[in-house]
């Protein structure tokens, strides 16, 4: 069994952030392939679904962002799923939005939510999918305001062909296995 964890934080006025594009790709893969329906458990909303011959947990953990790691960690337990198995997609500004990058076994490269999974697992030998949201225009900004405002309009507008993508690389993900899916799919936009 694999576990699909997305990040973000809960509530309607955090949805359509950028820090949320972990909930918004592991809802849109879940709209794809499975009936969309989430069960609240291990302070996460969990569906379960079939890609190919192949079972799956999506999680939402529902402990913000901070300290998602709490709920993975308990998720991993009941369910018995080794961290080989889990892959977490969350937002990064160090590449440009509408980038893809699958990488594994990496530092937390400054993001709280997965710092907390690391310290909850003590491990970091799981699969990353790391989403890009870009930097701010200006670079004065605070990182963590910018990641909590909505996407722009015209953003939002491109999100839909990009999620689709996504879902695209996580079923080859799930299929045929993390080097596919990274040959197949790594892209930075611009480069």
């Given at each position: 069994?694999?576990?699909?964890?997305?990040?973000?934080?809960p509530?309607s006025?955090?949805?359509?952030?950028?820090?949320?594009?972990?909930f918004?790709?592991a809802?849109?893969?879940?709209?794809?392939?499975g009936?969309?329906?989430?069960?609240?458990e291990?302070?996460?909303?969990?569906a379960?679904?079939?890609?190919?011959?192949?079972?799956?947990?999506?999680?939402?953990?529902?402990?913000?962002?901070?300290?998602?790691?709490?709920?993975v960690?308990?998720?991993?337990?009941f369910?018995?799923?080794?961290?080989?198995?889990?892959?977490?997609?969350?937002?990064?500004i160090?590449?440009?939005?509408?980038?893809?990058?699958?990488?594994?076994?990496?530092?937390?490269?400054?993001?709280?939510?997965?710092?907390n999974?690391?310290?909850?697992?003590?491990?970091?030998?799981?699969?990353r999918?790391?989403?890009?949201?870009?930097?701010?225009?200006?670079?004065?900004?605070?990182?963590?305001?910018?990641?909590?405002q909505?996407f722009?309009?015209?953003?939002?507008?491109?999100?839909?062909?990009?999620?689709?993508?996504?879902?695209?690389?996580l079923?080859?993900?799930?299929?045929?296995?993390?080097?596919?899916a990274?040959?197949?799919?790594?892209f930075v936009?611009?480069?």
């Amino acid at each position: 069994m694999k576990l699909i964890v997305g990040l973000g934080n809960p509530g309607s006025k955090y949805m359509m952030t950028r820090h949320n594009i972990g909930f918004m790709a592991a809802d849109h893969f879940n709209n794809s392939f499975g009936d969309g329906q989430y069960k609240k458990e291990h302070k996460a909303e969990i569906a379960k679904i079939r890609v190919g011959s192949n079972q799956i947990l999506i999680a939402k953990p529902q402990t913000f962002m901070n300290l998602s790691g709490e709920s993975v960690q308990k998720i991993m337990s009941f369910y018995d799923v080794e961290p080989e198995n889990i892959l977490v997609i969350h937002d990064e500004i160090e590449i440009p939005f509408l980038s893809i990058r699958y990488q594994t076994a990496r530092g937390h490269g400054g993001h709280n939510g997965i710092r907390n999974i690391h310290q909850m697992l003590s491990s970091n030998k799981y699969d990353r999918l790391r989403l890009g949201v870009g930097r701010p225009e200006n670079p004065k900004m605070d990182v963590a305001s910018y990641v909590l405002q909505n996407f722009l309009d015209i953003e939002v507008e491109e999100l839909k062909d990009y999620l689709d993508t996504v879902s695209k690389s996580l079923e080859t993900y799930i299929c045929d296995g993390f080097q596919k899916a990274a040959t197949n799919f790594n892209f930075v936009k611009g480069k």
